[in-house]
């Protein structure tokens, strides 16, 4: 069964260092989210993406963020000038035909910011 | 403001209970998601609706546009169903997620 798969599983990385979180979508979907999910609390949207470029965002997706499909099947989330609050699990997901359409989650990445 | 309200936040039963997850929104949705969250934290996708009832397997879910709610059913329950349970919305431009029922189901 096809599967979207996150690397990597666990990040570390100093404040004020970038991080790129990489995502490989299911091949055929054509929408691309990233979720983030600080411990203890719910998850949260940050950017939807299609057509090779941001749909939606949220308001905590801010200049600190952009996200890149630099070659087709890879889908990257980039955080710039890391701080401690951007320590939280980042899920990657992608739907099919339509944004409406069941997403299908990576396993995420654990990005810890020290 | 919460946009998705769930309950309970905590659920405990006992091994082939009947189990119900509700979701109350307050916003226009082109969607509505159940989605299951591993202790491991991995998230599955369950359900995605927009009108009516779904079923797959010993899940139901169940969503009243009008009312503006939704609801999860879990017949003969078992200790692997133990997990998070997340309502999420789509709204067309901006996703909403519940803070999740957790349930833990007791051989």
């Known amino acids: 069964e096809p599967e979207v798969t996150q690397t990597p599983s666990h990040q570390v990385t100093q404040m004020g260092q970038e991080v790129i979180l990489r995502c490989v979508p299911i091949s055929n979907h054509l929408y691309f989210y990233w979720y983030r999910q600080i411990l203890g609390q719910k998850v949260e949207f940050l950017v939807s993406f299609y057509n090779n470029e941001i749909s939606e965002k949220s308001e905590i997706f801010d200049d600190q963020f952009s996200v890149e499909r630099p070659d087709g099947s890879n889908f990257t989330l980039k955080i710039r000038s890391t701080k401690l609050e951007d320590s939280a699990m980042y899920f990657c997901?992608?739907?099919?035909?339509?944004?409406?359409?069941?997403?299908?989650f990576g396993p995420g990445t654990r990005l810890t910011v020290t | 403001k919460n946009e998705v309200e769930q309950s309970p936040q905590n659920l405990t039963a006992q091994e082939g209970e009947f189990i119900t997850i509700n979701c109350s929104y307050s916003v226009g949705i082109s969607a509505l998601h159940w989605l299951q969250q591993h202790p491991g934290g991995g998230i599955v996708s369950l359900f995605m609706?927009?009108?009516g009832k779904k079923k797959h397997g010993r899940l139901i879910a169940t969503i009243n546009i009008q009312e503006k709610h939704s609801s999860l059913h879990i017949t003969a329950s078992h200790p692997r169903d133990s997990a998070v349970y997340i309502c999420?919305?789509?709204?067309?431009?901006?996703?909403?997620f519940g803070t999740g029922t957790s349930l833990t189901v007791i051989p």
């Open positions: 997901a992608s739907s099919g035909q339509i944004s409406s359409y069941e997403q299908y």
């Open positions: 999420a919305l789509n709204t067309g431009n901006q996703f909403y």
């Open positions: 609706l927009s009108s």
